[in-house]
C-alpha cells in the first residue's frame, strides 16, 4: 500500500484528533456524581480524615494540600470549582506504612477542596476545606 503524501497528511491530523477529542468513559462528571460512584451510593461521615490545605493559595496552578487517614485503603480527592472536578484517587495496599498521601493541585478560583476515605471496615468518611484562590490556575 502506497500514501500518497495528503493521505499520510490527513491520517495523521486523524489520529491527533482521535488522540485529543475526549472519551464519554474518560468524562468527568459533578460532584455528587463522583461522590456517588465512589462510595456506591453508601452514606458518607465525618471524622477519620484529615484534609490539610491552605486558607488562601496566592497562585492556583500550585497549592499543596495533604490527607491522613489511618485505616484507609483509598482516597479519593476533588475539586468542586474546577471545570473537571475530579482530581485523583489513591488506593493503599496492604504492605502501605501510613494511609497518608501529599500532593500539589490546580485550582481555577475559590473553591472546596474534598477529600473522600474508604475506609477498611467498608464505611466512608469526608473532610472538606474551602481555599481561597487570588489567581486562578485553570486558565482563570
Known sequence: MKLSRREALALG????A????PLPAMASGSVEELTAAFTGGA???TGGLTLTAPEIAENGNTVPISVDA??????MIMAAGNPTP????????????SQM???RIRLAKTQDVIAIA?????????????????IGGCGG
Open 86 to 97: 475530579s482530581v485523583c484517587t489513591i488506593n493503599f495496599g496492604p504492605a502501605a506504612g
Open 101 to 103: 498521601a501529599s500532593t
Open 18 to 21: 482521535a488522540a485529543v477529542l
Open 43 to 45: 452514606a458518607v461521615g
Open 70 to 75: 489511618p485505616g484507609a485503603t483509598s482516597i
Open 13 to 16: 491530523l486523524g489520529g491527533v
Open 118 to 134: 474508604k475506609m477498611a471496615d467498608g464505611s466512608f468518611v469526608q473532610a472538606q476545606s474551602t481555599v481561597k484562590v487570588t
